[in-house]
């Protein structure tokens, strides 16, 4: 398992990954570490993605010859992998393995990352992978099972669910929960104007259609998830655009 951590958030996730697994685990350092300053990364990353340049990674200490399959990690940054992990993919030929992402973000899921890792690994398998918003991450462990347990990773018994139901117009209630879930979020995600549900063993899953409106100022069509327990407050747990 490798990963690349800036916050410890992700660092979180891979530790849960590895404990459920029993994997071996590194980590991807920069020489040129990030500052922890929120504002200074994303100027930083703008100049690099800007100029066309990867940050320099240290190599790992880890034979990966040994593993036919590796589980990558990494936050989202700017809709795809954070910059170091596409540098380390660009710096290794894991041809013939399996590759299996996972990754934290703030609203939008794995988003392209999965597909650049394609583009970086060509001659690799890369399957579908996890995500988790890093707000949510005290639910990771419990969906890091049921991810490992669904795509045969490891051994288990998880309830399975159904499908969302068709979308339907949304009523005040189901209005409700999209706001209450989504009013802790630093930007509008939109309007709820249809909606979906299946029942889980811990309460209600929603499928919201929504109209959101980009920075650009047009409007266009979202799908945004919200979970909403039996009890506690209901979250969204990503907008896919």
Same mark, same amino acid.
């Given at each position: 398992?490798?990963?690349?951590?800036?916050?410890?958030i992700?660092?979180?996730?891979?530790e849960?990954?590895?404990?459920?697994?029993?994997?071996d685990?590194?980590?991807?350092?920069v020489?040129d570490?990030?500052?922890?300053?929120?504002?200074?990364?994303?100027?930083?990353?703008q100049?690099?993605?800007?100029?066309?340049?990867?940050?320099?990674?240290?190599p790992?200490?880890?034979?990966?010859?040994?593993?036919?399959?590796?589980?990558?990690?990494y936050?989202?940054w700017?809709?795809?992998?954070?910059?170091?992990?596409?540098?380390?993919?660009?710096?290794?030929?894991?041809?013939?393995?399996?590759?299996?992402?996972?990754?934290?973000?703030?609203?939008?899921?794995?988003?392209?990352?999965?597909?650049?890792?394609?583009?970086?690994?060509?001659?690799?398998?890369? #399957?579908?992978?996890?995500?988790?918003?890093?707000?949510?991450?005290?639910?990771a462990?419990?969906?890091?099972?049921?991810?490992?347990?669904?795509?045969?990773?490891?051994?288990?018994?998880?309830?399975?669910?159904?499908?969302?139901?068709?979308?339907?117009?949304?009523?005040?209630?189901?209005?409700?929960? #999209?706001?209450?879930?989504?009013?802790?979020?630093? #930007?509008?995600?939109?309007?709820?104007?249809?909606?979906?549900?299946?029942?889980?063993?811990?309460?209600?899953?929603y499928?919201?259609?929504?109209?959101?409106?980009?920075?650009?100022?047009?409007?266009?069509?979202?799908?945004?998830?919200?979970?909403?327990?039996?009890?506690?407050?209901a979250?969204?747990t990503?907008?896919?655009?």
């Amino acid at each position: 398992m490798v990963y690349y951590s800036q916050t410890g958030i992700t660092k979180t996730v891979a530790e849960e990954f590895q404990r459920q697994l029993g994997a071996d685990i590194e980590c991807i350092e920069v020489e040129d570490a990030y500052d922890g300053n929120y504002t200074e990364t994303i100027d930083r990353c703008q100049r690099e993605m800007a100029e066309g340049k990867l940050p320099v990674v240290k190599p790992l200490s880890s034979d990966l010859s040994k593993y036919d399959m590796i589980f990558v990690g990494y936050p989202i940054w700017f809709g795809t992998c954070a910059l170091p992990m596409l540098s380390w993919l660009e710096s290794v030929d894991l041809a013939g393995k399996t590759i299996v992402p996972f990754c934290t973000f703030g609203s939008g899921g794995l988003n392209t990352s999965t597909a650049d890792i394609r583009k970086a690994e060509p001659e690799a398998t890369v #399957f579908d992978g996890y995500g988790v918003r890093a707000a949510r991450i005290a639910a990771a462990p419990k969906e890091i099972t049921r991810f490992l347990v669904e795509n045969g990773y490891r051994k288990g018994k998880v309830v399975t669910y159904e499908d969302y139901s068709a979308q339907r117009e949304v009523t005040t209630e189901d209005v409700r929960i #999209f706001n209450d879930a989504c009013s802790d979020y630093q #930007f509008p995600l939109g309007v709820p104007v249809s909606v979906g549900l299946r029942k889980t063993s811990d309460g209600i899953d929603y499928k919201f259609t929504a109209i959101s409106k980009g920075m650009d100022g047009n409007e266009s069509e979202v799908t945004i998830f919200v979970t909403a327990p039996n009890e506690g407050k209901a979250e969204f747990t990503q907008v896919v655009r």
